[in-house]
């Protein structure tokens, strides 16, 4: 007897199935996403010492510096480098919210960021990318909301707003996914 398999649904036929990138085009990706994750830990730094944040943004910008770090070890493996480097621009974005006093400009980066992750082609960066907004903006916005929102609205119900800025950044991942799926 043979086991059934499920037919499957018509939307989920169109998604990519991810993680059938060669290793040497996947090295080659993840090489130059991790010289521009590097890139960011000295221009985050410089944008904050401009705006006045003095040592504390030294301290924001080592975090970032080690997923780095994480992104560039070997020892990780490709799963683990691409989650590393996932975990570093997303954590780029948000400092770049926080140094930017939460202006709605800084939020740009976040989607900047999403579709260069899509380079991995592999849900598990893309995921943990969409789900860090979401964290992101809904548990600092309700602890800080002034470094998270320039606008009285999201101040005063981050979560809600969390969802909104998840939701934007996900539907506009909807071209970075279909190309992802064309190149399956």
């Not at 398999?5 to 993680?19: D, F, T």
């Not at 970032?64 to 570093?88: H, K």
């Not at 930017?100 to 260069?116: C, K, N, R």
């Amino acid at each position: 007897m043979t086991a059934r398999v499920p037919p499957k649904s018509a939307a989920l036929e169109l998604l990519p199935r991810g993680r059938l990138l060669p290793d040497p085009l996947w090295q080659r990706r993840h090489r130059g996403l991790i010289i521009l994750l590097w890139l960011h830990v000295p221009a985050l730094a410089l944008f904050g010492l401009a705006r006045g944040m003095g040592a504390h943004v030294v301290t924001d910008v080592l975090v970032l510096a080690a997923f780095a770090l994480l992104a560039s070890s070997p020892r990780l493996g490709r799963t683990g480098r691409s989650i590393a480097g996932s975990a570093g621009f997303v954590t780029s974005s948000a400092l770049l919210v926080h140094i930017w006093d939460g202006t709605i400009e800084a939020h740009f980066h976040f989607f900047v960021v999403v579709t260069l992750l899509m380079l991995y082609q592999d849900w598990v960066p893309f995921l943990i990318a969409i789900g860090y907004v979401i964290v992101h903006h809904g548990a600092l916005g309700a602890l800080a909301p002034s470094s998270v929102y320039s606008h009285p609205a999201a101040q005063a119900d981050p979560w809600l707003w969390a969802v909104v800025h998840g939701g934007f950044v996900l539907a506009a991942s909807a071209a970075n996914l279909i190309s992802w799926r064309a190149n399956e």
